[in-house]
């Protein structure tokens, strides 16, 4: 039997990772492990772990593949013992649960990260990783599914910088870490979708769901179906992270701003449709020149998905932990070629942090404080840039 030891069991995973896995078939069992909050291990557990997979167009799975959930406030031990007969530990934490800085070094500084380097109990999944590796025999595969450039790469380095700190010894040979590209979209669950199922932890999803993954697993996999292992993830995740990802963002505060509250809303409106539009195009044109041929193809396909009235995708889901994700979906393609709508992204992402500040509300962000006071500041549209890392541009997006 495999097993597979997953941090992280919200909506995504549950659509992603663990659809796959229960498609699979075979005898691979998941561990879940959650850092924080212990709704849904508490929703999960009451049903033996099973959940209904609401996918758009195609109808309810009932996915059965999770042992048990386990939650870091109760105890490291037995995540650590999980861990240790793993062959694959995989991820789902969000771009903040990284606990990167904005130069992509592991912030030492962090609260949680330094809690975990003073001693137990752990905290962080970059914690939790460094120390079972510090014990291991066995070899493993850390397999990240969040939206990061060079995930595996990131996540290798955040553990190697943190066993360094912490004064770890580990045998690098027994781990692979490979990149890969996750794209499935997974919106928040509401009570027609629980009712509509008879399932208060169901899932919804689109029927789209893609994963490339770096073929350089250090032991067994499970047998997913339609994933493609390639030797180079990178043309794919900056197709995704370029034009789905950065035109998401886009429409999340532009959309915002012209008081929608749903993907499908935004795209609906003409103009906001043809700066997505503008923004796929422009992206693509960054793209390695042996995937350009895909771009126009998968901008019309984009556009067919956020169309989806049936998803119900919020914008305020996507605006979340925007300080994160900036940096890579909109910044790293603006930095090859300064276009107006990329340029106003960035300048939408600013509106709405000083906006929400001036309403008295605190931004769902790992930086929440930080913007708050860059936005209560005598520049802070200048303080802003600052905090993402992107001062270079501001004579761009300032002018």
């Not at 659509?15 to 709704?39: C, E, F, K, P």
């Not at 047998?223 to 034009?243: A, S, T, Y």
């Amino acid at each position: 039997m495999g097993q597979i030891v997953h941090f992280g069991l919200g909506n995504f995973a549950r659509a992603h990772l663990l659809d796959y896995t229960a498609d699979a078939g075979g005898d691979w069992q998941v561990i879940g492990v959650n850092l924080r909050s212990r709704t849904t291990r508490d929703g999960l557990a009451a049903q033996d772990y099973a959940y209904a997979l609401k996918v758009q167009g195609v109808g309810v799975k009932q996915i059965a593949v999770i042992n048990t959930i386990l939650l870091a406030s109760e105890g490291q031990q037995p995540i650590l013992q999980a861990m240790a007969t793993a062959d694959i530990i995989s991820a789902t934490v969000t771009e903040k649960g990284y606990h990167l800085d904005q130069n992509g070094q592991l912030d030492l500084q962090d609260p949680v990260i330094a809690a975990d380097l003073t001693g137990l109990p752990l905290r962080s999944l970059i914690g939790f990783i460094a120390h079972d590796l510090a014990q291991r025999d066995r070899p493993v595969t850390i397999l990240s599914c969040d939206n990061r450039p060079g995930n595996g790469d990131a996540l290798r380095q955040a553990v190697q910088q943190f066993a360094q700190a912490a004064h770890l010894t580990i045998d690098w040979s027994l781990a692979r870490f490979p990149n890969a590209m996750v794209d499935r979209i997974t919106p928040a669950t509401t009570d027609l979708i629980r009712q509509e199922c008879n399932d208060p932890m169901a899932v919804p999803t689109e029927a789209f769901r893609e994963w490339v993954i770096e073929d350089c697993f250090a032991g067994p996999r499970p047998d997913w179906p339609d994933v493609q292992f390639v030797q180079d993830v990178r043309p794919h995740e900056l197709r995704k992270l370029r034009m789905l990802n950065g035109a998401h963002s886009f429409l999340a505060y532009a959309g915002l701003a012209q008081g929608y509250d749903f993907v499908h809303e935004a795209i609906s409106d003409p103009q906001l449709r043809r700066q997505a539009l503008s923004l796929m195009m422009e992206a693509g044109a960054t793209l390695p020149q042996d995937i350009q041929d895909q771009v126009p193809a998968y901008a019309q396909a984009l556009l067919v998905r956020f169309d989806n009235t049936e998803l119900a995708h919020r914008l305020d889901q996507i605006a979340m932990d925007g300080s994160q994700k900036l940096p890579y979906r909109i910044l790293d393609t603006l930095r090859l070629g300064a276009t107006p709508v990329l340029i106003s992204a960035v300048r939408a992402w600013m509106s709405y942090c000083i906006a929400q500040t001036a309403l008295g509300k605190k931004l769902n962000d790992p930086l929440a404080e930080d913007i708050a006071r860059a936005a209560n500041s005598a520049q802070p549209e200048r303080k802003l840039l600052q905090l993402i890392g992107a001062e270079d541009l501001a004579p761009l997006i300032l002018e």
